[in-house]
């Protein structure tokens, strides 16, 4: 018996038989140009990202002197399987960005729930941000944190200016993976992983 195959969502005769006719216009119609529209406020962009939801995560390196850096960003992202490439942005008048410019190696710290103090640390001028959690050095000297809910030690794979953010782009040379729920934020507010839908 031969099983019939689910059509494939761009195939021409699975849209034409399941999707309305289009109300399409006689003649063509013209959008707004790109230089019709006023650019959005920093506010207003701020605003509309902040519905994005995201996960937190501690990110260092090994500065000059063997000197610990580390910052709480929600910049994180993942950018390909093979090879394993990771990036995350940092503002350029950032007091970290020297360190991490200079620096070979990061590590991004992917918090769990129960971190979140470690994560409001990590964001703010305290001096010895490191004084807290349990610490150890990582590939290149870049420090790990114990349980969180993953750790991804990379090797810069390369560094651009995007605006008024640098992007950090890591070749995945190690990570752990912890079967335990992460720290979320969205809206400006640390929230709680929710239920599955």
Known sequence: MVKSRLPLI???SYIQSTMPTPD??????????????PLPSPQLLRSALGRFATGVSIIT??????LQVGLTANSFSALSLDPPLVLWSLRQASSS???????PHFAVNVLAESQVDLSRRFASSAVDKFAEGAWSPGVGGAPVLAGCA??????????QVAGDHVLFIGRVLRLADLSVAPLLFQG??????????
């Open 97 to 103: 960005l020297a360190a991490f410019d200079a620096a």
């Open 188 to 197: 400006g507010h640390y929230r709680m992983l929710g239920e599955i839908l």
């Open 61 to 66: 390196c090994s500065g000059p002197g063997s």
């Open 150 to 159: 993953a750790v991804f030690e990379c090797e810069v794979a390369s560094r």
């Open 24 to 37: 399409i216009p006689a003649g063509p119609v013209a959008g707004p140009t790109p230089s019709d529209l």
């Open 10 to 12: 761009n195939e021409f």
